[in-house]
């Protein structure tokens, strides 16, 4: 009997292996998710949000390194795609979106509704079509999907309301496996690079996501070559914990001292499968060689010296061979990395005292709390090391951009199996709640914790509807500074009064009420540990929401005397128009 296009479209996922499919039904998608309805092993995940959708989708193909599929139908729901799909897109994580059209006979007639989802697609998508024709499955199906796959990025297929209950001529099944190509750079590129690292007295790595699979052949080359290791913020997963000794934590404006100085005081800085954007960080005058499975990422950042082309297990394997050691055969010095290490222990060490809840109460505490929390508001610091003691060990983390990512990235380690997702390249508002959705999906066993900004939160609040329906427990926790934090720190950074950040935000706690959640409201300090814990040991999804201080300043890992200059000035203008806005004149 022959098949439907929606039929050969849900089975071909059904047997990729595709669990989840998340959107927001519609009329042109209605065969589709009727043929989810009937499918054994298939979840339809029905959003408030199609931008939800996409940010869930994208999430599970981050965690499982496997395709993500969401929907979105005719003309507004595919255009809700667009900033899940980008973000997907940015982090390079193979994506698949169907999208609704109106019927065919109508394409291009203005028709209501009507969107040209080739064009409305054609930045972010690796591939994208519109299906014509049932005779077009499966192959098209076929390529949207290996092309997703090996370009690791987003392919859209349009589907018009109309043709999803044709019958497909000829009913085959479709072919989508694909063999993952191993690349290695040439081998005297690795003998030079080799050569430079040998003659070179102190080495930095600068570890990426993309160096993830390799992890011991990292950690066996920073020893050979005594180097401290700076991560990036999608490093932390895999790079973190007790079993590197290496690691210095990251660099950059969420970064500290101790990265920064590693990277400054090297004679040779080695990259490891990152493309760290933030220029101002590199490190000035020292030789740079960069390893990158992609050649248009190699001197992009910063001028490289020698580019290496190839995976980077492969290539890191290649180098230790190459490594001839010192020149008189000896032991490498490593006072390069003990003095990295020593700094960065240092600066743990004053982070912790800051993260501990009676910090407020010493000396130094009272006089900080006279200046940036005279309202006695709850550190997030202190949030985010009371969360990082109650979660598991395999939890998966996700990060709202802004404040939250800095509080996760400085006080929650990667240990063990944990795993962190986030918008961390195109940087989205939004992406930790329903990032969060999409992990929990995958194993409703398994503990997902999301770092929210009350921003990003109230952004795509309606969402919280999904977890309740879903009955997905995932521990929401938000840190809510009443502000847009990070837009705040910028903007008096920069010498501006704070302008605009100010959110009139409701009782989240108990709009997760109201929503069926479980809301947890933390207002006193001294009740912060417990609440954490509570919020853990319920059953279910719980939004815990914390009112943290909104003048919490985040210092970057080499604060500029510009960047101090601004923040006083910035102070003092908000100081004046404050007592201008009073009556007492």
């Known amino acids: 009997m022959a098949r439907t296009v929606a039929r050969v479209v849900v089975d071909a996922l059904s047997e990729l292996g595709v669990r989840q499919v998340f959107g927001v039904v519609g009329d042109a998608l209605n065969p589709l998710t009727d043929a989810l309805r009937t499918t054994d092993g298939m979840e339809w995940v029905g959003c408030r949000h199609e931008e939800a959708a ?15 599929v969401c929907m979105g139908t005719v003309g507004p729901g595919s255009v809700h795609l667009l900033n899940g799909l980008y973000d997907a897109a940015k982090s390079r994580t193979p994506v698949l979106a169907i999208a ?29 079509a519109t299906l014509t024709s049932p005779g077009q499955l499966p192959q098209m199906l076929e390529t949207a999907v290996r092309t997703a796959l090996s370009r690791k990025g987003v392919a859209v297929l349009t589907v018009p309301g109309d043709l999803g209950d044709q019958e497909v001529p000829e ?32 080495v930095t790595l600068l570890v990426g996501r993309g160096a993830r699979a390799a992890r011991e ?37 969420i970064g500290n001292p101790a990265a920064a100085s590693a990277l400054q005081d090297a004679d040779t800085l080695l990259m490891l499968g990152t493309d760290f954007p933030y220029r101002d960080w590199y490190p000035q005058g020292c030789t740079v060689i960069q390893v990158d499975t992609e050649a248009a990422h190699i001197g992009r950042r910063v001028p490289v010296d020698l580019g290496l082309v190839g995976d980077t297990g492969a290539t890191v394997r290649d180098l230790l061979r190459h490594l001839a ?28 005292r800051l993260a501990d809840p009676a910090h407020d109460h010493g000396l130094v505490g009272r006089l900080r709390s006279a200046l940036d929390n005279r309202d006695h508001g709850i550190r997030p610091e202190a949030l985010a090391a ?88 995932v521990k929401l926790v938000v840190f809510d500074n009443r502000r847009l934090g990070m837009v705040k720190l910028e903007q008096e950074q920069a010498g501006l009064p704070e302008f605009g950040t100010v959110l009139d935000n409701p009782d ?21 540990e417990a609440s954490v814990r509570r919020a853990f040991d319920t059953p ?6 914390v009112l943290t201080n909104p003048d919490e300043v985040a210092v970057p890992a080499k604060p500029t005397v510009e960047q101090g200059w601004g923040f006083a000035v910035a102070k003092m203008k908000e100081a004046v128009r404050s007592l201008g806005d009073t009556d007492d004149r």
């Open 540 to 545: 279910g999804p719980v939004l815990l929401d």
């Open 54 to 68: 996409a940010f869930a989708a994208s999430a599970q193909s981050q965690l499982t390194d496997t395709l993500g």
């Open 217 to 253: 052949d990292v950690l066996a080359l920073a020893d050979r070559l005594a180097a401290p290791m700076v991560l990036t913020l999608k490093a932390k997963e895999g790079f973190e914990g007790e079993g590197n000794p290496f690691q210095v934590g990251q660099t950059g404006l």
């Open 508 to 528: 989240f706690a108990a709009v997760a009420t109201a929503m069926g959640i479980t809301g947890i409201r933390v207002t006193d300090p001294t009740e912060l």
């Open 325 to 352: 050691g010192t020149a008189d055969g000896g032991a490498r010095d490593r006072s390069h990395l003990d003095g990295a290490r020593r700094r960065f222990e240092q600066w743990r060490a004053g982070q912790a």
């Open 386 to 473: 009371a969360v990082d003691r109650a979660a598991a060990d395999d939890a998966v983390f996700t990060s709202d951009t802004g404040m939250a990512t800095v509080w996760l990235s400085r006080f929650v380690e990667m240990r063990g199996a944990r795993r962190l997702i986030g918008s961390y390249n195109l940087g989205s508002m939004a992406n930790a709640m329903p990032q969060a959705l999409g992990a929990q999906c995958l194993d409703r066993n398994r503990q997902v914790v999301a770092f929210c900004g009350d921003g990003g939160l109230s952004m795509l609040l309606g969402d919280l509807m999904t977890l309740r329906s879903g009955k997905l427990p």
């Open 171 to 202: 009913d085959r099944p479709a072919r989508f496996r694909l063999s993952e190509p191993v690349s290695r750079p040439d081998e005297e590129a690795v003998a030079e690079a080799a050569r430079r690292l040998d003659s070179s007295e102190r």
């Open 100 to 128: 609704g059209q109106v019927p065919l006979a109508e394409l291009g007639s203005d028709y209501f509704q009507e969107v040209d989802n080739d064009a409305l697609f054609a930045d972010v998508a690796v591939f994208r």
